[in-house]
C-alpha cells in the first residue's frame, strides 16, 4: 500500500505549540494573511507555570532544562507533558535520542486517552520512523481511537490513509472512506483537511465534483495558513476556477505565498510578470521571481531562468549562467533542459566554459559571495513582502 499522502504527526514545535497541541499537524502551517470576514480571534489558551518556564528555556536553547522541566510534569501524570517529553526523546534534542523511551511516554499518555499523543505514536507506527518497529494494526487502532474521539490531525490521518488504499484501477474506486474523515477534519477547520477536499471537489472524488465548493474550500485553507493552499488561490483566480476571474487578486495571493518562501508561488508570480498578467509586463522583475526559486533548487525555476540568460530577458545575455542553470535543471530532472543544456554548451567559448563550471564545482562560491554575483541573479532585488501588483 502506496502512503505518498500519509506525513508523520511527529514534529518538535514552540513549547506554546507543543502544550496547547503536542502532535503537530502533519504539514507545517504558516500564520494566515488574514483572517476569515466576520471571525473574531480567540484567545490565546493560558500556558501552566511549568510549561511557561519550558517554553522560555526551549526559546533559550537550554532544551535540556525544557526536557527536565516537562518530564517533572509528565512523571505526576499530566499527558500534555507526556506527549512533549515522547516528541523530545524521539527527536533527539535537549536528550540522547531514545524510541524506546519516546514511545514508552507516548503510549502512557495514548493509554490515558490522550488523541495528540494516540496519533503521534500511531503515525511513528505506521510509518515505522525514528527507529519505531512497524505496526499497521496498532497503528491503525490508535488512529481509529483519536479519530473518533473528535480529533481533526487524527481524522485528517485517517483521511490519508484511507486514500493510500484506494484501488484506482477499478472501474469505480471507493473514495467514501478518505472523503468521510477529511471532511469531519475539515469541519473543524483543519487546514491540510481543507486542503484536501478541494481535490475531492474538483475532481467529484466519492460525491459530486463542485468547483465552487472546492474554491471555498481551498480559501478556508488559505486563511487558516496553507500556504500551498495560498497558491492554490492565486491559480484559482487566474483560471476563474470556481470563483470570478481576477488577476489582480492572483497576484495578491502569489505574492502572500512567496513569502513563505514557496517556490511555485515565486515561479507563477514571475510568469505573470514575464507576460503581463495582472502586473505590467517586466522582464526584469519576473528573472528576480524565478531567480529566487532556482536559488532553493527547484528546476522549472531553473530551466526559466537560464532561459532569461540566454535571450537577454531583463537582464543581458550570458550564456556561461544559462549554461549552469540549464545544467543544474537538468541534473533535478528535466529533459528539455538536457537538451538545452548541450545546445549552449556548443556555442561556450573555453573561458565562459571553465567560469561554468568553475561555479557548478563550487570553486566559484566563496568569489560570488564576496562580489554578490550568483548565476541565479538578473539583476536588482525585489522584496516580495513589498510587491506592488499594478493592472497593465
Same mark, same amino acid.
Not at 514557496?262 to 526584469?284: H, K
Not at 545575455?317 to 549552449?344: M, P, W
Not at 557548478?360 to 510587491?387: E, Q, R, V, Y
Given at each position: 500500500?502506496?502512503?505518498?499522502?500519509?506525513?508523520?504527526?511527529?514534529?518538535?514545535?514552540?513549547?506554546?505549540?507543543?502544550?496547547?497541541?503536542? =502532535?503537530?499537524?502533519?504539514?507545517?502551517?504558516?500564520?494566515?494573511?488574514?483572517?476569515?470576514?466576520?471571525?473574531?480571534?480567540?484567545?490565546?489558551?493560558?500556558?501552566?507555570?511549568?510549561?511557561?518556564?519550558?517554553?522560555?528555556?526551549?526559546?533559550?536553547?537550554?532544551?535540556? !532544562?525544557?526536557?527536565?522541566?516537562?518530564?517533572?510534569?509528565?512523571?505526576?501524570?499530566?499527558?500534555? =507533558?507526556?506527549?512533549?517529553?515522547?516528541?523530545?526523546?524521539?527527536?533527539?534534542?535537549?536528550?540522547? *535520542?531514545?524510541?524506546?523511551?519516546?514511545?514508552?511516554?507516548?503510549?502512557?499518555? =495514548?493509554?490515558?486517552?490522550?488523541?495528540?499523543? +494516540?496519533? !503521534?505514536?500511531?503515525?511513528?507506527?505506521?510509518?515505522?520512523?525514528?527507529?519505531?518497529?512497524?505496526?499497521?494494526?496498532?497503528?491503525?487502532?490508535?488512529?481509529?481511537?483519536?479519530?473518533?474521539?473528535?480529533? $481533526?490531525?487524527?481524522?485528517?490521518?485517517?483521511?490519508?490513509?484511507?486514500?493510500?488504499?484506494?484501488?484506482?484501477?477499478?472501474?469505480?474506486?471507493?473514495?467514501?472512506?478518505?472523503?468521510?474523515?477529511?471532511?469531519?477534519?475539515?469541519?473543524?477547520?483543519?487546514?491540510?483537511?481543507?486542503?484536501?477536499?478541494?481535490?475531492?471537489?474538483?475532481?467529484?472524488? %466519492?460525491?459530486?465534483?463542485?468547483?465552487?465548493?472546492?474554491?471555498?474550500?481551498?480559501?478556508?485553507?488559505?486563511?487558516? %495558513?496553507?500556504?500551498?493552499?495560498?497558491?492554490?488561490?492565486?491559480?484559482?483566480? *487566474?483560471? @476563474?476556477?470556481?470563483?470570478?476571474?481576477?488577476?489582480?487578486?492572483?497576484?495578491?495571493?502569489?505574492?502572500?505565498?512567496?513569502?513563505?518562501?514557496?517556490?511555485?508561488?515565486?515561479?507563477?508570480?514571475?510568469?505573470?510578470?514575464?507576460?503581463?498578467?495582472?502586473?505590467?509586463?517586466?522582464?526584469?522583475?519576473? %528573472?528576480?521571481?524565478?531567480?529566487?526559486?532556482?536559488?532553493?533548487?527547484?528546476?522549472?525555476? +531553473?530551466?526559466?531562468?537560464?532561459?532569461?540568460?540566454?535571450?537577454?530577458?531583463?537582464?543581458?545575455?550570458?550564456?556561461?549562467?544559462?549554461?549552469?542553470?540549464?545544467?543544474? $535543471?537538468?541534473? @533535478?530532472?528535466?529533459?528539455?533542459?538536457?537538451?538545452?543544456?548541450?545546445?549552449?554548451?556548443?556555442?561556450?567559448?573555453?573561458?565562459?566554459?571553465?567560469?561554468?563550471?568553475?561555479?557548478?564545482?563550487?570553486?566559484?562560491?566563496?568569489?560570488?559571495?564576496?562580489?554578490?554575483?550568483?548565476?541565479?541573479?538578473? @539583476?536588482?532585488?525585489?522584496?516580495?513582502?513589498? =510587491?506592488?501588483?499594478?493592472?497593465?
Amino acid at each position: 500500500m502506496s502512503n505518498r499522502f500519509i506525513f508523520p504527526v511527529l514534529a518538535i514545535t514552540s513549547l506554546c505549540a507543543v502544550a496547547q497541541n503536542p =502532535a503537530a499537524a502533519p504539514a507545517k502551517q504558516q500564520p494566515a494573511p488574514t483572517a476569515p470576514a466576520g471571525a473574531e480571534k480567540p484567545a490565546a489558551p493560558k500556558l501552566p507555570e511549568a510549561f511557561l518556564k519550558a517554553k522560555e528555556a526551549a526559546e533559550k536553547g537550554d532544551m535540556a !532544562t525544557a526536557v527536565k522541566i516537562l518530564t517533572a510534569e509528565a512523571e505526576k501524570g499530566n499527558v500534555e =507533558a507526556m506527549t512533549a517529553v515522547a516528541e523530545f526523546y524521539v527527536a533527539g534534542r535537549g536528550v540522547e *535520542q531514545s524510541a524506546e523511551t519516546g514511545v514508552k511516554w507516548l503510549t502512557k499518555a =495514548a493509554d490515558a486517552g490522550h488523541p495528540p499523543a +494516540q496519533t !503521534t505514536l500511531a503515525m511513528l507506527f505506521f510509518n515505522g520512523a525514528q527507529g519505531v518497529k512497524k505496526d499497521e494494526e496498532r497503528a491503525r487502532f490508535l488512529l481509529q481511537q483519536a479519530a473518533e474521539a473528535g480529533y $481533526a490531525p487524527a481524522q485528517f490521518q485517517s483521511g490519508a490513509i484511507a486514500e493510500a488504499a484506494v484501488d484506482t484501477k477499478v472501474r469505480e474506486p471507493n473514495w467514501k472512506d478518505s472523503r468521510f474523515w477529511y471532511e469531519k477534519a475539515a469541519a473543524q477547520g483543519n487546514p491540510d483537511a481543507l486542503l484536501a477536499m478541494v481535490r475531492y471537489h474538483d475532481q467529484g472524488l %466519492g460525491g459530486p465534483a463542485d468547483a465552487a465548493k472546492a474554491t471555498e474550500s481551498c480559501m478556508a485553507a488559505a486563511k487558516a %495558513g496553507n500556504v500551498v493552499a495560498m497558491n492554490e488561490m492565486g491559480v484559482r483566480y *487566474q483560471r @476563474g476556477t470556481g470563483i470570478r476571474a481576477d488577476n489582480v487578486a492572483a497576484i495578491g495571493w502569489f505574492t502572500v505565498a512567496t513569502q513563505y518562501g514557496l517556490a511555485t508561488a515565486f515561479i507563477n508570480l514571475g510568469n505573470c510578470y514575464e507576460t503581463g498578467n495582472g502586473v505590467r509586463q517586466d522582464f526584469s522583475r519576473a %528573472g528576480e521571481y524565478y531567480a529566487a526559486a532556482a536559488k532553493g533548487g527547484n528546476p522549472v525555476a +531553473q530551466m526559466l531562468i537560464g532561459r532569461f540568460f540566454e535571450e537577454g530577458m531583463g537582464t543581458p545575455v550570458n550564456l556561461a549562467y544559462a549554461y549552469v542553470n540549464y545544467t543544474r $535543471a537538468a541534473a @533535478g530532472g528535466l529533459q528539455d533542459a538536457t537538451k538545452k543544456r548541450d545546445e549552449i554548451k556548443a556555442k561556450l567559448t573555453p573561458a565562459q566554459l571553465k567560469e561554468a563550471e568553475d561555479i557548478l564545482s563550487g570553486a566559484a562560491a566563496k568569489a560570488a559571495a564576496t562580489s554578490g554575483a550568483n548565476p541565479a541573479d538578473t @539583476g536588482k532585488k525585489t522584496d516580495p513582502k513589498k =510587491a506592488d501588483p499594478k493592472k497593465k
